[in-house]
Each structure stands twice: as C-alpha cells, then as structure tokens.
C-alpha cells in the first residue's frame, strides 16, 4: 500500500509499503478515506522529535472504514465508518479506567525509551516515534488500531468527513485546552498561536463561557479566521508587544487564562527568541518556549496556564514567575476518549463545523509538497486533509 513516511529532517516520501495486518485479537484494520497533517507533525518533519527512523509511516488523524476486525473486538464490525483518536488506550489500566487515557500504562510497547528521559511513559501514539510505541500512522490507505474497542468512534450520520475527521486529534485538543484553563463566567481568555489547536481552543473557550478571547499569532489569514470564526479580538505579536497590549486591554490585570497553542517552536522575537534559538542549536536546550515564557508574564496573579502545544524535553521557563503569581499549569496530550462522544454531538447538533479550518485538500500523493507547504505557511494554508 501507499504512504507517507519520514526520511529524516524535511524528507517525506510517498513509499510503498507492506499493508498492515492484524497481530492481536482487539485490533482492527481501517481503509483510510481521509487524513490530515497536524502542526505536530511539522516536529518531526523538522527532525525535532528524537527516536524516529526512516520509513516510519507517519499520520495521526486519520478515519475511514474498517475492513477487518480481531476474534476480541466486541464493538465494531466491518464496514464502519470510524474515527480513530491518536491516542492508543487499553481501556482497562488504573489511567484508563479513570479517564487519563492518554496516560495509559499498557499501550506503548517501548515504554523503558520513555521512562529513561521523563520518569514514566505516557501512552503510545500513532505515527509519533518510536519513544510513543513506534506505531505506523494513518497517512497512508490502511491502519492497524490497537485496542480497537477503546479508540475508534462510530459516525453513521452521514456528516462528510471533512466535518468529523478533526475529532481525531484537533478539536478535542482545543477542547481540553479550554476545559484545562479553568474558564469562568466572563473570564478573559489569551490563546497564543492560531493553528488548528488554537482555533478550536478559541471556539471552546466560548463554549465554555468566556467573556473576552484575545488571540495571539503573525500569520494573517490566521489572525483572521480568529477575528471571523473565533469572534476573537487578535494581536499581531509582530507589530506589538503582547505583554503591553494584554496589560492595557485588562486594565494591568493581565488575562485570567492563557493557552499556549503553539509549543517547542515558538517563532520568538527579540533578544529572548534568539537566545533559544541559539541554546537549542548548541543542544543546551530541548525546547524554543517563547511562548511559555511571555505566557507566564502575562497571565494574571492566580490565573491558569493551559499548554496543549507539544513540549519535547529540557527547557528554560521562569518557574519562580509561576510560584510567586500562583499560577495553576495545566498540560498533557488530549484525553480523547473523553471528548469524542460529547464533540460529535455538538457537531450533529450544528452547534459547529470543524471543516472552517480546512484551506487544503488533495490526494496522498500530494502529501511531501503538503508537508512543506504547511510548514512553511505559505498559501495561507491552516490545515491539510489528503485522501489515500
Ligand atoms: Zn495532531
Ligand atoms: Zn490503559
């Protein structure tokens, strides 16, 4: 079969690969009908991402139809049209059964990778090196869902895929992105980065009852999809200090919640984004935490510091800015089956269309231009769904 694969730094291919098959009785086999590239991808096709290897299928946003299923697989049969979160779940550890799924203690099978460099290992991930499992992804015409009865949720309502095919990844990010900032009644919200995540954070930061979205970002057809989707007010953090702009919009105060949409690499602007620039080239440091950093100093005394956006390893933050302001950090990659069920409803309820974000759409083939195009922002391109 056909697949987009990593071959190092900015080196993705079309290869011909060998289709996947069932290994245990609780996986499932899905033909892909759509896939998308997610800013998290553009990691590791920029070679920040450690423990990947050439010829790794890439992809984490993938549905489609499932053509084959495990002797165990008790909730889906042939022929469904699924889903698949990027998260791989068991269902059945301490993490699963209390809704941590993306702590899962069983589903990465190189956990000891992950344990040398941060203590314990989160759960594995498709696509997403080989220290998250070093499963195959989904960018490609068929996929193997480990713990299929766990992951993959059915949509038979007949809403395209464009519409549902977000669920995988990006929308229930930006939902819990919103939902870890502790948003109250007419709070100011800061999102920094408007991709994908901070779109979707900036719709549920209204969901979930904000009274003021201020969002953060260079690129302009993103600062307007914030302004027109997101009815958010922006910040060209290119033509004004964000710190002065966010104090004088809050009277001094400073925004009650901020999200950090964008993760290790930050553009960064000054002094400050060159020296992470230049520690990082030396290896002195793992992360560009620009954003981090400005998000600290912004954010207000007591307030929270949500952070979906993709951290790698050691990185240089002002801890004592968080302890003496009280901020609460709140983090972790999506919890997803949490959200697929309750976003699919808000979906076939009209309350939102994912498919806002989508500038781009084209055959597999397409994908290593697509990789580049995304990567580089140009032609105003926000989100890439490709068809296998
Ligand atoms: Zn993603
Ligand atoms: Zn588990």
Redesign the pocket.
């Known amino acids: 079969m056909r697949a987009l694969t990593w071959h190092g730094e900015k080196d993705v291919r079309v290869d011909e690969v060998p289709k996947p098959e069932i290994v245990n009785p609780t996986d499932a086999i899905v033909e892909i009908t759509a896939t998308a590239i ?1 800013g ?2 553009l990691h590791l096709y920029n070679g920040k991402m450690p423990s990947m290897r050439e010829g790794d299928v890439l992809g ?2 993938p549905m489609g139809e499932v053509v084959e299923v495990g002797s165990e697989v008790e909730t889906l049969e042939r022929g469904d049209r699924v889903v698949v979160p ?1 998260t791989i779940s068991c269902g059945s550890c301490w993490f699963c059964e209390t809704e941590q799924y993306s702590l899962c203690d069983n589903s990465n099978p190189n956990a000891e990778m992950a344990r040398k460099m941060m203590g314990h290992s989160p759960a594995g991930l498709f696509g997403y090196s080989h220290m998250l499992g070093g499963y195959a992804g989904g960018q490609a015409e068929y996929l193997r869902v480990p713990y299929a009865d766990v992951g993959p949720i059915n949509v038979d309502s007949g809403l395209p895929d464009e519409q549902v095919l977000f669920l995988s ?2 929308f229930p990010t930006g939902y819990m992105a919103a939902e870890n900032a502790d948003i109250e009644e007419e709070d100011t919200v800061a999102v920094w980065g408007c991709g994908p995540v901070g779109q979707f954070a900036i719709q549920s930061a209204w969901m979930l009852g904000a009274g003021r979205v201020v969002a953060i970002d260079r690129v302009q057809e993103r600062l307007e999809m914030a302004r027109s989707h997101g009815d958010s007010e922006t910040i060209d953090y290119e033509n004004e200090d964000v710190y002065d702009r966010l104090m004088a919009m809050t009277g001094g105060r400073g925004p009650d919640r901020c999200i950090d949409a964008v993760g290790t690499e930050a553009h960064g602007t000054g002094l400050d984004g060159m020296s992470d620039r230049v520690k990082t080239g030396l290896k002195l440091q793992d992360d560009r935490p620009y954003v981090l950093r400005e998000a600290i100093k912004c954010c207000r005394k007591g307030g929270t510091l949500s952070v979906p956006g993709v951290y790698l390893g050691r990185t240089n933050i002002p801890f004592g800015s968080v302890m003496n302001k009280a901020l609460t950090v709140k983090t972790g990659q999506t919890h997803m089956q949490r959200y697929l069920d309750p976003l699919l409803e808000t979906i076939e309820d009209g309350e939102i269309d994912p498919s806002f974000i989508l500038t781009h759409r084209a055959d597999l083939e397409d994908g290593p231009d697509l990789y580049e195009t995304f990567n580089e922002k140009d032609d105003e391109c926000i989100k890439v769904m490709l068809t296998p």
Request: with cysteine; aromatic share 12%; charged share 40%.
């Open positions: 997610c998290s991808d984490h946003e990027f990844d990006v």
